[in-house]
């Protein structure tokens, strides 16, 4: 705000859209064009391109330089693919490449700008940040068709999780779907997928882990443990019920400190008691998926002579 105090309520109207502003909206908040060519000769603001303004001194993020490209569209360009991924949070897309979805041929003269040529109707349009960008569905319909399918599908279990309607992205995606695009058809095998699993997983972490060991049979994700009598003991990330194994995903981020390892431990005994077996899976375990497999099919064969002696 402090860098905008020169120009009363333009700056102010700034301050609030990541320190852009178009020559329209400046001089409706009250800056002549006179003015404007005062500020911008005395560098309180600076014209990356032709009729969008930014005030010197402002934070430099790539929102604000997504924002800029968006208002030099006329707004007919919207954040799309990685970038409109960066501004929902997806899980595997990290803030990153300024990429525009917009019809036409306008060009847009801006450093490391990706445009890519499609039309974004209002029903895929929503704003993050006072940013125009596709929504959600829309969003992994378009990376689908430009990322590898796990990528996606780490972002997709992130939409799931987050509580975004199953039918309401089928919906999109079946609007999208057609014979040129492979992401839509991602879009909509994963949802296939998600309703025979039934729940999403709750990390980007468990997501890799199953791709390595979903193939193994009886696997759960997000099994619900229980003593004879019906009491809660535990959820874990992944199970193989008749086995009693459990497999949990295990994060630094999540388990690290004397608090959490105690409450681990605890976790863990009540899991013992009723007859489980507790598996931690870490990322370097799931960067060595071959390693991750043996070791686990080795406790799989283990536990089957076990129960089979048992019975």
């Not at 839509?184 to 309703?195: T, V, Y």
């Not at 608090?259 to 008691?273: G, H, P, V």
């Not at 931690?280 to 375990?285: C, G, N, P």
Request: net charge neutral.
């Amino acid at each position: 705000m402090v860098a905008c105090s020169p120009f009363g309520p333009a700056g102010e109207f700034a301050a609030s859209r990541h320190g852009a502003v178009t020559r329209s909206q400046a001089a409706e908040n009250g800056l002549s064009s006179k003015v404007v060519r005062r500020l911008l000769r005395d560098r309180v603001l600076d014209e990356p391109v032709p009729g969008v303004l930014v005030v010197v001194g402002s934070p430099s993020t790539w929102q604000q330089q997504l924002y800029v490209a968006t208002l030099a569209s006329k707004r007919s360009g919207v954040g799309g693919t990685r970038a409109a991924a960066g501004l929902h949070v997806m899980d595997g897309y990290p803030a990153g490449p300024i990429e525009l979805i917009m019809p036409g041929h306008r060009h847009i003269d801006l450093p490391d700008l990706i445009v890519r040529r499609a039309a974004v109707p209002e029903e895929d349009r929503v704003e993050v940040t006072d940013i125009a960008c596709t929504g959600i569905a829309r969003t992994l319909c378009d990376l689908g068709s430009i990322d590898p399918p796990e990528q996606v599908r780490i972002a997709f279990e992130w939409a799931w999780r987050a509580g975004h309607s199953l039918t309401w992205m089928e919906e999109t995606a079946t609007r999208l779907n057609d014979d040129r695009r492979r992401g839509p058809r991602l879009l909509l095998s994963l949802i296939a997928e998600a309703r025979r699993r039934d729940r999403p997983t709750e990390s980007a972490l468990e997501v890799n882990v199953e791709d390595v060991i979903g193939s193994f049979p009886g696997l759960v994700r997000q099994h619900v443990i229980c003593t004879d009598n019906g009491d809660f003991v535990a959820r874990v990330d992944f199970a193989i019920p008749d086995l009693k194994i459990a497999i949990e995903a295990h994060s630094r981020k999540h388990h690290f400190g004397v608090a959490a390892t105690a409450s681990d431990e605890e976790r863990e005994f009540a899991l013992q008691a009723e007859g489980w077996i507790v598996r931690f899976v870490t990322d370097a375990h799931r960067r060595n998926p071959d390693g991750l497999r043996t070791s686990l099919a080795a406790l799989v064969a283990a536990r089957t002579r076990l129960f089979d002696r048992a019975a």
